[in-house]
Every structure is written in structure tokens, then in C-alpha cells.
């Protein structure tokens, strides 16, 4: 494949990274636009807020810009940046309740927050411990980016000239933000907050444009002290849209999304980017996850999914894999989305090999390889990745061994069934994340039913076919054995999905189940006549 095939087709594929990516380059390249100036490359932005540690929302960000970063790459061929910015000179506003060092931190409320001591006692400041927290969370799935501090650009002066551009254009921006600010909180407002002199504490005050070349302004400060002082170095901090439309120009950012809850602040940021001179960039509004309830996800209610619990259960690709389809439609994220999700994936890896270019670049495995680079060749990507056993199926063996399930027990029946030992690293992680989804969300919900009906004699021929195969019979044998005994009229199933039905009932306790022939190659002919046996003792 050359990469003028990929080009070709990255210019017609309906898949949202490419449309994404193909609207940032009509921008850039289309009428009137004359690319990035010397070839420089083009940038993509996400932000974090140090307030809190890394968590799913930030995750999903990230991933889904570097998908549109990497279709972009694709499309063009051009070079690109990922800048993953903290705002760590946010003042801190609440102290999150489950930090340690809560009268400490209750002391600083109102700092920077990269001027706060570190409750954990390990960094230099509150916001270099989350940076760094955010720096190893991107690192572990293997993203490309660099990072770069708020703090860093205010206090070394970086943004020196962009916050001498807003001084210079203090009122027009007065003009864009006043009208959708309640009356209160307008008669405090300022585009520029500066930092007391005395205190370090983030001023909401109004403030006087002094010399807007020198950077100088003038406020009143706590203690009912005129203050006038450079707005510079470190000295004060933008307003959080004005910040954003400031680092837009100052960094010159091409793209970035955000959530449905910043709208409005897009809107309004965008209107100050071009009074300093720029240009909102291209970006994506995504919508928010949602509980199992269909209820907003929110951090202080709990009712959300985090990244943590996510991979307890499933994988990390099965995670993207969730995340992927179309973001501007909202999803639930609960536990009960992981195990499909996993199953999901691998289907799609699988197809990768055999599919022609225009479907691979609309497969979400050829987007989460893709992003940390782990295409296997340009011709075949993924060719030969597989796992041999489904997660819904070490689900199933996991409840049936209840208890005594563990990593290491479903591990040999799986090297069993498969007859290898070869290690297999997806395998694996898929083993212990099955042990302890079993343990949480199956184990307690299962209740097995005793057989009635047609079902007795069925499970009766099924346990006399049983003991007359081999204890290694083919999966494919053992299903088409299953489905001869649902097709009997004998015994009563209006269709072989009511058969099925009331083998997982009966058998394994829950209402849905794995490929019987595959359950059961996977478990053992005999341990599998146990089940029967125990299930017959019922009737």
C-alpha cells in the first residue's frame, strides 16, 4: 500500500477522525488558507485541570484528538504536535474531600495551584503532583504529546506578550463578556485577575489598565490597599475563557474539542481569539457519559466509571473501543458495557487483515492501533492478532467455578482446551479481568433453576451423548450434539433459542450464555456431566 492509497482513501472514508480531519485541512489548505507558515506543524491542543486527578473524561479527550490527529497525518501526510496544556495557575476554589491534608490546603484556598504545598507530600506543589500523575496516566497508554504547564509560560514570562495583547484589547473583550455575566458577578469581572502581592491569592476584583505595553495595571487589593504592579511573570492569571482564547493565539492551536458543557465558552472564546488576533481553531463538541441511569455523570455524586475500575474489569483497547463510536452522541458507562466491549474489539481487530483499505480506516481497531503506532504492517495491520477464547465465554467458566475461580485455574483450562502453553499477554489480562468481573457482578446474581418439562429429558440425552464422546471433543461436534437434541420435538422447544435458554438457567444461572459446544470443550466433558447431574438432582 502506498501512501498516496492511504491519502485517496482517507479523502473519501465517512469515519468521524477523517471527517474531523478532513474539515481541519479544507481550513487550512482550502480557499484562502495557506497551510502552517514554513511548514510548521500542525497543532493539536488538549487541557487538563489539576484540581483533581486524571480520570476517564480526560482519557477519552485525549484519545479522541489523537485519533483525529493520526487521520490527519494520514490524510496529508503533514506533521503534527499534540500539546497536552495544564491550567495549574487556576486559583483552588474547594478543597476536594477525599485529599489528605485538608486543613493545609483549606489555608491556600484561592493560590495558584502550582503555588500550593503538595497534601501528598511528594512534589514540590499540589499541581506538580497531578501533573505528574497526568503525565504517567498518558504515558501508560502509550500517547504522544507534549506536556506543557500553565504555570511554566505565565512565570517564565512565555506569555508575556499575549497578556499584553489582552491588556491592549481589555475593553473589547469587556464588550464580549459583560452581556452574558449576571449583574454580580459582572461588577467584579476582569479579563486579567492579578495575584496579591500579599496574600497570593487569585483576585476577582475590577481591574485598571495602567500601560498596556509596559504590562502594568492597577487594582484594589484584600486589604482595601490601590495596588499597582506588572500583570507579568507570573503576576496574574487570565479568566478562564480569555485564558483559553489566549493560548489559542499564543500557542496557535489548530484543533481541539471539548465537552457539550463548554459551549458556550467555545463561543465566547472564539469571539476574544479574534480580538487578539487569531482564530478559534477546528474542534469537535462531544457529549457527556452518562450512568447507568441515564443520569449526568458527576464527581462528587460518585455515580461514575473511572478509569481504574474499567481496567480491574476489562482491557485497556476495550476501553478505546467503548469511547470511539460516534462522540456526539452520549453513553452510559457502567460496568455492564465492559464485557461486550471487550468481546467488540477483538471481532473488529480480527476482521483488520482481510478487509479492504476503505473498510480498515473505518474500523475503530485501525484508529486505536494507529494511535500509539502499533499498526503491525502498512499491507496488514493487526494480521494474525487474535485471542482464542472470547471474554464472554471465561465469564461463563469463571461463574461456573464460582469461588474456586481464579487467574491461575482458568488459565489451565484454557491451555487445556487449547492444548499450548504459549503465552499470550491479551490473553492473560483478559483471564484476570474475567476472575474479578465474575467475583463483583456474576457470582452474586446467579441462581440456577431446576429443569422442568421437555428440559429433564433433554438434559438427560445430552448427558448420555456426553459420556460416549471423547474428553477432547471439538468444539463444532459438541455444538452440532447440542443442536440436535433442541431440534427433537420430543422434547418440547418451540426453537432452539429456548433450549439454549434453559441450558444457561439451569446449568449456569444466569439467563444468557456462551456458545454451548465451546463451553463445554472449554470445561470438560465431565466436569460439564456434573452440572447435568446436579441440575437433574433438582427435578
Known sequence: MTDNTLTDAARSSKAWPFQEAQRLHKRLHGKGGKGKPDGAPVLFETGYGPSGLPHIGTFQEV??????????????????????????????????????????????????????????????????????????????????????????????????????????????????????????????????????????????????????????IRFTDEDGEVIEQSALGGQSKLQWKVDFAMRWVALGVDYEMYGKDLTDTGVQSGKIARVLGGNKPEGLIYELFLDEKGEKISKSKGNGLTI???????????????????????????????????????????????????????????????????????EAPGAGDTVPVSFGLLLNLASVLGAEATAENLAGYVASYLGETEKNADLERMIEAAVTYTRDFIVPTLKKRAPAGGEVEALRDLDARLAEAASDADAEILQTMVYEIGKNEAY????????????????????????????????????????????????
Do not use: C
Open 63 to 216: 484519545l479522541r484528538t489523537t485519533f483525529v490527529r493520526r487521520a490527519y497525518e494520514a490524510l496529508t501526510g503533514e506533521p503534527t504536535r499534540l500539546v497536552a496544556f495544564s491550567d495549574d495557575m487556576d486559583g483552588l476554589r474547594k478543597v476536594p474531600s477525599n485529599l489528605p491534608n485538608q486543613a493545609m490546603l483549606t489555608e491556600h484556598l484561592g493560590k495558584p495551584l502550582s503555588r500550593i504545598p503538595d497534601p501528598f507530600e511528594k512534589y514540590e506543589s499540589f499541581s506538580a503532583h497531578n501533573n505528574a500523575m497526568l503525565r504517567e496516566f498518558l504515558d501508560r497508554f502509550g500517547f504522544e504529546y507534549e506536556f506543557i504547564a500553565s504555570s511554566t509560560r505565565y512565570n517564565t514570562g512565555a506569555f508575556d506578550d499575549a497578556l499584553k495583547n489582552v491588556l491592549r484589547n481589555n475593553q473589547a473583550i469587556l464588550d464580549i463578556m459583560l452581556p452574558t455575566l449576571r449583574a454580580e458577578r459582572a461588577a467584579t469581572y476582569s479579563p486579567i485577575m492579578p495575584i496579591s502581592p500579599k496574600t497570593g491569592v487569585v483576585l476577582q476584583v475590577p481591574v485598571e489598565v495602567v500601560d498596556a505595553d509596559a504590562g502594568t
Open 308 to 378: 481504574e475500575q474499567w481496567l480491574e474489569y476489562g482491557t485497556e483497547e476495550s476501553l478505546g473501543f467503548y469511547i470511539f463510536p460516534n462522540p456526539k452522541s452520549a453513553k452510559q458507562l457502567h460496568t455492564g458495557v465492559i464485557p461486550r466491549a471487550v468481546d467488540d474489539y477483538w471481532q473488529f481487530r480480527e476482521r483488520l487483515a482481510d478487509q479492504p483499505l476503505d473498510k480498515q480506516l473505518g474500523n475503530p481497531a485501525w484508529h486505536l492501533l494507529r494511535a500509539n503506532h502499533s499498526l503491525a504492517t502498512p
Open 492 to 539: 418440547g422447544f418451540e426453537n432452539l433459542r429456548d433450549w439454549f435458554r434453559a441450558l444457561y438457567e439451569t446449568l449456569l444461572g444466569s439467563e444468557q450464555g456462551p456458545r454451548m459446544g465451546s463451553f463445554i470443550a472449554l470445561y470438560g466433558v465431565e466436569p460439564t456431566r456434573k452440572l447435568i447431574e446436579d441440575a437433574l438432582a433438582k427435578a
